[in-house]
């Protein structure tokens, strides 16, 4: 069984950075694709960033290319988001997802991952 908690939420002004920590508890870290996605208020959940299985590649929504950043540490079983120069269009629920049996063309679907975190808040405003 899989559990996954996010950590790092928080408050944050237009430019600034916050980093999100999503902890897996589990066997077999390095076999999952691990993911984030977001849900801003009053819209679908969407995809942001993508780490396949033992980091063998990433992949990034179009809006947060080049502003963020994902991370797995293998030795901690953790997968990092690195958020840098924010947009209050950045404010969200964000959360964790994996999966170990995802192809490549299913990687953007939240309907394709089996397991989820709680969630965390960012929110970017002045």
């Known amino acids: 069984q899989v559990q996954l908690v996010e950590s790092g939420g928080g408050l944050v002004q237009p430019g600034g950075s916050l980093t999100l920590s999503c902890a897996f508890s589990?066997?077999?870290?390095?076999?999952?694709?691990m993911a984030w996605f977001r849900q801003g208020p009053g819209k679908e959940r969407e995809f942001v960033a993508a780490?396949?299985?033992?980091?063998?590649?990433?992949h990034y929504e179009d809006s947060v290319k080049g502003r963020f950043i994902i991370s797995r540490d293998s030795a901690k079983n953790i997968v990092v988001l690195q958020m840098n120069s924010l947009k209050p269009d950045d404010t969200a629920v964000y959360y964790c997802a994996a999966d170990s049996h995802l192809i490549l063309s299913s990687l953007r679907r939240s309907a394709e991952y089996d397991y989820w975190g709680q969630g965390t808040q960012v929110t970017v405003s002045s």
């Open positions: 780490s396949r299985r033992y980091g063998s590649s990433t």
């Open positions: 589990g066997r077999a870290f390095g076999t999952y694709t």
